[in-house]
Every structure is written in C-alpha cells, then in structure tokens.
C-alpha cells in the first residue's frame, strides 16, 4: 500500500508517522529507513525504487475468490482515481512486513489481511516515468513493484488517502471500464491477479 523503524520519539508508535508517498511536502522523523523528501527525489532519479502491491480479496469456505477490492482515491490534480493498495519497502524491512504495514495503512487495521505463505508474487510489475516501455508508468519514478493476492477477513475502513474500498465480483473487476478508472496500467495488474487465482480464463 503500514513500521519496524526505531523512532527518534520515545513513545511514539512508528506507525503513526505519515508515509512521504502519501503526503507530498511533509517530512517525517528521520530514521534508518526513512528518506526525506529531497533525498527521495535524489534516488528516484538515480535507481529504481521497490513497492509491494496488494490486490485484496474476500474468498469462500473452499477459498475460492468471490470479490475484490478495489481504492478509490483522489490525485493531487483533484481527479478521482482505482488503485490497489502500494507503497515502498524500507531499508531493513522484509517484504512481509513492508506488505502488512501498506494494508493496514490503506484498509485499516481491523481488516485481518492473511498475508501469503510464500513471498513469491504473482507478478513482477515495473513502472516507468516514461510510457512505452512496459504496460505500467509512474511519473515519479522508475519502480519495481511484487505484486500479492491477499485475502482479509475482517472490517475495511479505508485510511490515509484512500476514500472507499469498493468491493466488486472479479468479472466488474476485471471489465474495461474498471481497468479505464485505474491508475498507471494497473488494471493489466488487476486482471493478472484475477488470471493467476483462476477466476478468468
């Protein structure tokens, strides 16, 4: 999409501090895995930046996906926008915890995500500032992002950035006119998701 982070501020829970991804122009505490945003901006034009992405869903008792959730968010241009739950790995996070930390941040921290056994993702998108290269574009950013199918159990209250979590049946999920609404080609990432839990052909 939410942090092990020691935290300069005795006391204060590291889940707390906002994510720089998500609140342009805010800087939060400095720490070990924590660039500020001029640092942030130095990398993004140097390397490649690591995500975790989350397609979340609800399954039935034999574990078959009935819906998925998809965000809706605002752009800083005003534009209402789908996404699926995204944000970095930090220095010194495991994928595990980086992917935990992303949807408790954006489906809050009742929705009980069951994180996957493997760390192996579904797919392995790559976003580029520059459209043409592959189907995924950020204009931010050359990223890497591992691509997860997570099922939750519990209430979703989306937080943050996000305004709703609509949960739709894998077919609405993966029509066009959702794939139109998503953000950075990740409705080819969305149908993949659905592809790889053999809900479309």
Do not use: N
């Not at 995500?51 to 039935?60: C, I, K, N």
């Not at 220095?91 to 935990?100: I, K, Q, S």
């Not at 976003?127 to 159990?153: C, I, N, W």
């Not at 609404?181 to 839990?197: F, H, K, P, T, Y």
């Amino acid at each position: 999409m939410r942090t092990p982070d020691p935290d300069p501020e005795e006391g204060r829970d590291p889940d707390d501090r906002p994510d720089p991804d998500d609140l342009p122009g805010v800087v939060p505490p400095v720490g070990p895995g924590w660039l500020s945003d001029i640092e942030l901006e130095q990398v993004r034009e140097r390397m490649p930046i690591l995500y975790v992405e989350a397609v979340p869903v609800q399954v039935d008792g034999l574990g078959r996906v009935v819906s998925v959730g998809v965000l809706l968010r605002a752009t800083p241009m005003g534009e209402m926008t789908r996404t699926l739950v995204s944000g970095r790995v930090l220095y010194g996070e495991t994928l595990r915890d980086a992917l935990f930390r992303h949807l408790e941040k954006d489906l809050g921290p009742m929705a009980f995500p069951q994180l996957p056994a493997s760390p192996v993702p579904f797919h392995v998108a790559e976003y580029f500032p520059m459209p043409g290269v592959s189907a995924f574009t950020d204009d931010r950013q050359h990223a890497v992002a591992l691509a997860y199918v997570v099922p939750v159990t519990g209430t979703c209250d989306p937080r943050q950035d996000a305004l709703e979590l609509t949960w739709m049946t894998p077919l609405e999920a993966a029509s066009d006119q959702v794939a139109a609404e998503m953000e950075g080609g990740r409705g080819s990432l969305l149908r993949a998701a659905l592809a790889a839990v053999g809900v479309l052909p």
